[in-house]
T-cell receptor, first 114, second 111 residues
């Protein structure tokens, strides 16, 4: 089954403790991206990747890192999480760039930073 | 950056058509317009996308204005399962791979 998976689905952590949220897709997609969703602000793009080793900033990249060493995986790294990063995170993938193809979204990761 | 504007909320009755508008006056001439929806407690899901001409699929229709500065998502017969937040999405600017989401329209469907 074609899908985007995220782990963990729920995470409660403390300020400053490094964490990684994994994202994996099994569709051989080139384009992957991370979003955060906050009440009243909708979905905002954090980072995106056009292919292996090619990443770029979205609208709200501060406090986040990403890497794309393999085509299927696009982990989101929070080196020193802070409470303002408490949010619902979505990973998405698309066949290619140019926003020509539909995006497939993962189920979401709810992160709470205390 | 390209920007999209959508009404915050709309309401419809079951079995009736729904027209969800989106303004995108700064759209680039080569950019597709995408629509996604998000049901409660789920990730966004693809609905439809188009470039210039109107598009139809099993979920909805997309009517794109001739000048491409606005578009309308049409649900032909709303059901209770269509209650969701609908997002109109563009690329940030021509050639960019950054995506811009509107705030979305929360659609309520009354039985």
């Amino acid at each position: 089954e074609a899908q985007v998976t995220q782990n963990p689905r729920y995470l409660i952590t403390v300020t400053g403790k490094k964490l990684t949220v994994t994202c994996s897709q099994n569709m051989n997609h080139e384009y992957m991206s991370w979003y955060r969703q906050d009440p009243g602000l909708g979905l905002r793009q954090i980072y995106y990747s056009m292919n292996v080793e090619v990443t770029d900033k979205g609208d709200v990249p501060e406090g986040y890192k990403v890497s794309r060493k393999e085509k299927r995986n696009f982990p989101l790294i929070l080196e020193s999480p802070s409470p303002n990063q408490t949010s619902l995170y979505f990973c998405a993938s698309s066949l290619s760039t140019g926003f020509i193809y539909e995006q497939y979204f993962g189920p979401g990761t709810r992160l709470t930073v205390t | 950056d390209a920007k999209t504007t959508q009404p915050n909320s709309m309401e419809s009755n079951e079995e009736e058509p729904v027209h969800l508008p989106c303004n995108h006056s700064t759209i680039s001439g080569t950019d597709y317009i995408h629509w996604y929806r998000q049901l409660p407690s789920q990730g966004p899901e693809y609905v439809i996308h188009g470039l210039t001409s109107n598009v139809n699929n099993r979920m909805a229709s997309l009517a794109i204005a001739e000048d491409r500065k606005s578009s309308t998502l049409i649900l032909h017969r709303a059901t209770l399962r269509d209650a969701a937040v609908y997002y109109c999405i563009l690329r940030a600017q021509g050639g960019s791979e950054k995506l811009v989401f509107g705030k979305g329209t929360k659609l309520t469907v009354n039985p």
